[in-house]
């Protein structure tokens, strides 16, 4: 019973910390957690990441040139990423410039994309499974 809760605990503070961050590596969540509770492993941050993944309360990212990261933020979305500064930041789904006259009908950055991987299917007979969608330059904080 008490090695059920300790894990319980262990595992709500890995979450904790993956959200207080944005988009953390594992190094990065790990830095943050031995400070404050050296008995976690980095094993077990690994495994209890790996199951919260599982169990799609996470999920995984990869960036070009970049290490695996992890993101709180389970719906699909696309990245930017700060060349200065290395931070990650979400897109939202519905990100588009607003058109005033038929707003109902105008297009976001994930009609988009789905409109696109129609037109991949059509011209290369590739079907599209996954997007990852990433704008990288300088971040507002640089
Ligand atoms: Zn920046
Ligand atoms: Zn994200």
């Known amino acids: 019973m008490i090695n059920i809760q300790r894990k319980t605990i262990q595992r709500q503070i890995i979450f904790d910390v993956l959200r207080s961050l944005e988009h953390p590596t594992v190094s990065q969540i790990n830095d943050v957690i031995q400070k404050e509770h050296p008995a ?4 077990t941050i690994y495994r209890n990441l790996r199951q919260m993944e599982d169990e799609k309360l996470v999920c995984r990212i990869w960036l ?3 290490t695996e990261r992890y993101d709180n ?3 699909p979305h696309y990245h930017l990423k700060c060349t200065s500064c290395g931070t990650i930041y979400d897109i939202e789904p519905d990100t588009i410039e ?3 006259k038929n707003p109902t009908n105008t297009a976001t950055i994930s009609t988009i994309s789905t409109i ?8 290369y007979n590739f079907a599209v499974t996954k997007k990852d969608l990433v704008f990288s330059g300088t971040c507002g904080e640089c």
């Open 40 to 43: 976690i492993s980095k094993s």
């Open 73 to 75: 933020n389970t719906t």
């Open 116 to 123: 696109v991987a129609k037109a991949i299917k059509k011209r």
């Open 64 to 66: 070009p040139n970049d």
């Open 98 to 100: 607003q058109k005033t």
